[in-house]
């Protein structure tokens, strides 16, 4: 049997976003979302997951970019006297490879944020990052204990195949070095993250898709992902949304693209691929 998870990351960034995420819910296939605690829409997006009961949400634990959910005196190794976290994933991992980072602090905000989403009326789903930080080792450890600590069994394992990578960017005519390469770097720390993850009962997809292909997943590479589906349990990461200004100011690079992802979600070609394979459509809730 296929199963299919359609995750949008993002949700809280922009009311833009917010709404392309429930549009694809709506007029297409997503299934799952993961929301951002310290997202500028927060508000926005909490009231339209009330509104769309079957969108399944998770947490998706930023610690790059935006500011801490946590009051800055309780991680002051973590974020600057502002509240900012790092504004980037390499000087996070800089210094967190050279101990400047505390553990401690790091759990701390990740169990604010899963918090944060529960005081709203909202129960994960599952549990995400924003830019994969925990893939790293040190991230991962502190994911898979604040995890166990909140009840929370299901998070994202964003090791991708290569083949499957490089066979879904064929005929795009834009292959993205960048992002295969990071895909390749992820696929590396596969066991120790997949140790960790045993240790602290965690559960995750069979299978797991996008990211070389981040934010350039248009209808026919969807479809093609789609067609060469594997066998049990898949997810597949897209960032669908409307370009609206206040994106158009964010620190992101995933503009246009998120709206051209969304489109996809929508597309009668995927929904047909989708049917064809006899493919079912779940969210992380139904995942066993």
């Known amino acids: 049997m296929k199963q299919l998870i359609l995750n949008a990351d ?40 009330k509104e769309n009961p079957r969108l399944g949400v998770g947490c998706h634990l930023v610690l790059v970019g935006g500011r801490a959910v946590s009051p800055v005196t309780e991680v002051r190794s973590l974020a600057d ?16 490879s050279a101990g400047r980072i505390c553990i401690e602090e790091i759990e701390r905000e990740l169990r604010a944020q899963i918090e944060k989403i529960r ?27 604040v995890a166990q600590e909140c009840g929370i069994s299901r998070v994202r394992k964003p090791v991708e195949n290569l083949r499957d990578s490089w066979r879904t960017s064929r005929g795009n005519g834009d292959r993205d070095a960048a992002q295969l390469a990071a895909a390749a770097a992820v696929r ?3 066991p120790a993250f997949a140790a960790i993850g045993r240790r602290f009962a965690l559960h995750w997809p069979d299978n797991f898709l996008g990211l070389a ?28 949304g409307l370009c609206d200004a206040e994106l158009k100011n964010c620190v992101t690079r995933l503009r246009k693209q998120r709206e051209t992802e969304m489109a996809a979600l929508m597309d009668a070609g995927v929904k047909g691929a989708v049917a064809e394979q006899g493919i079912r459509l779940i969210s992380y809730r139904e995942l066993n």
């Open 10 to 49: 993002d949700f809280g960034l922009t009311p833009g976003v917010n709404a392309g995420i429930v549009r694809a819910h709506r007029e297409g296939m997503l299934t799952s979302a993961t929301l951002m605690a310290n997202g500028a829409a927060f508000e926005d997006a909490v009231e339209r997951a």
């Open 81 to 96: 006297p502002d509240g900012r976290l790092p504004g980037s994933l390499g000087f996070f991992v800089a210094r967190l």
């Open 119 to 145: 005081a709203a009326g909202l129960e994960p789903s599952h549990l995400d990052t924003h830019k994969h930080t925990h893939a790293h080792p040190r991230v991962m450890e502190a994911v898979g204990k």
């Open 188 to 190: 590396a720390v596969e």
């Open 213 to 240: 292909m981040t934010g350039r997943l248009g209808p026919d590479a969807l479809r093609r992902m789609i067609e060469d589906l594997p066998e049990g349990s898949t997810e597949i990461m897209l960032h669908p």
